[in-house]
């Protein structure tokens, strides 16, 4: 049973993961160099469980007892009693490495050590170990203390006795656990790689504006936000090296070619929210521009960006990334899709969705929308996801 559990990263993902396992009633130790780094996360977590319970979401011996299982730490020696310990630090495979190593020299022979990694290998980080059996990836998505899905990921060296504590650990703490493949993007962000960049494709070749396209998705396709808003939300700059890494990583595949509009975008510095002007414009008094209304032009842009939703989730399956059941999960409860994309093909029909993607081949010619092998096979004999 873990009941020790050391965070190491005191930024937004560190920080939500601390809160997270506090809940829980495990004893948290948040680690970071920089104390105000540390400073920060706990006044943030203050004002988080101050306004829950304004909001009569916990009470107040709930908030002094979250508050009270969290240490704030300056020594990674400091989480040597630690049953498990959960890195969220930057994306970068050398510096993971190194405090992997010092991290191994200090804590038990027992202690799991994991990754919130979300595209790093997982095989490669555990490769540092000298136990590399006890490495594994558990991903959480943000903000981690609302959002449902937690990624588990087993590197080939991982335990078969790691990965099941793990699983038990994370669902102990409230969590939808899926269980996927160590390749890169792992399920969420393989899977939803068309949302942004044939929303792009569709704007590149003038089909419709970024407003349009948007409107589509929201208004036909049910999403709370279109892919233009949410690369906006979530920053072009992270959203581009995301759609860069899996490219290389996929050895140039083309299904997930990253897009020169929002590389310029990026290179602009017209990053979103956060630098006030991205693909549409922040500044106070801005006018957002009105989408077209043409419903057939609306449906044609739904359709295309689901279909190809579809076909990458259906090739996750039929790669084994993932059971059917855990990609579902995964795009539902990690990134609010309105449903699974394999229910959706069961809904639309498997033959037509081989269909539409077939006229895309045809009218392209172009490997990007070849159609998944599992959808061909399940269409010819008749069979649907569930």
Same mark, same amino acid.
């Given at each position: ?5 050391? #965070? *190491?990263?005191?930024? %937004?993902?560190?920080?939500? &993961? @601390?809160?997270? +396992? $506090?809940?829980? !009633? ?85 202690? #799991? *050590?994991?990754?919130? %990694?979300?595209?790093?290998? &997982? @095989?490669?980080? +555990? $490769?540092?170990? !000298? ?256």
């Amino acid at each position: 049973m873990i009941k020790k559990v050391g #965070i *190491i990263g005191a930024g %937004t993902m560190g920080s939500g &993961i @601390a809160q997270v +396992a $506090s809940t829980a !009633d495990c004893k948290v130790k948040l680690f970071d160099l920089n104390q105000n780094a540390l400073d920060k996360a706990k006044a943030s977590l203050e004002k988080i469980m101050t306004r829950l319970v304004e909001k009569g979401r916990v009470t107040s011996e709930d908030k002094n007892r979250i508050q009270n299982n969290i240490s704030y730490v300056n020594s990674l020696k400091e989480l040597s009693d630690s049953d498990m310990t959960i890195e969220a630090i930057v994306e970068n495979l050398d510096i993971k490495k190194r405090v992997f190593q010092e991290l191994e020299s200090y804590v038990s022979a027992d202690c #799991i *050590i994991a990754s919130n %990694t979300s595209s790093l290998s &997982i @095989a490669s980080i +555990a $490769s540092s170990l !000298d136990k590399p059996e006890r490495c594994v990836g558990i991903h959480f998505f943000n903000p981690a203390p609302l959002m449902k899905l937690v990624e588990v990921i087993p590197a080939i060296q991982t335990s078969v006795d790691v990965l099941k504590i793990s699983e038990e650990t994370i669902k102990s703490w409230k969590k939808v656990v899926a269980v996927a493949k160590d390749t890169p993007g792992f399920i969420v962000n393989r899977v939803a790689r068309p949302f942004y960049g044939e929303a792009l494709r569709i704007y590149e070749e003038g089909i419709a504006d970024f407003a349009t396209i948007d409107h589509a998705m929201k208004t036909l396709g049910g999403f709370r936000m279109g892919p233009f808003e949410l690369m906006d939300f979530i920053g072009n700059d992270v959203n581009y090296t995301v759609t860069e890494t899996v490219f290389t990583a996929f050895y140039f595949d083309p299904r997930y070619k990253p897009a020169f509009t929002q590389k310029r975008f990026a290179e602009a510095g017209y990053l979103g929210r956060k630098s006030g002007r991205g693909y549409y414009n922040y500044a106070e008094g801005a006018v957002k521009p009105e989408p077209k209304t043409d419903v057939k032009l609306l449906e044609s842009i739904k359709n295309r960006i689901i279909v190809m939703l579809i076909n990458e989730a259906a090739d996750a399956l039929f790669l084994n990334i993932a059971s059917a059941e855990d990609i579902d999960n995964a795009m539902t409860k990690g990134v609010n899709y309105p449903k699974g994309l394999l229910t959706w093909a069961d809904e639309l029909g498997i033959g037509a969705c081989v269909n539409a993607l077939d006229a895309l081949y045809e009218e392209y010619r172009e490997d990007r929308y070849r159609c998944s092998p599992l959808l061909r096979r399940m269409d010819r004999e008749n069979k649907i996801f569930f």
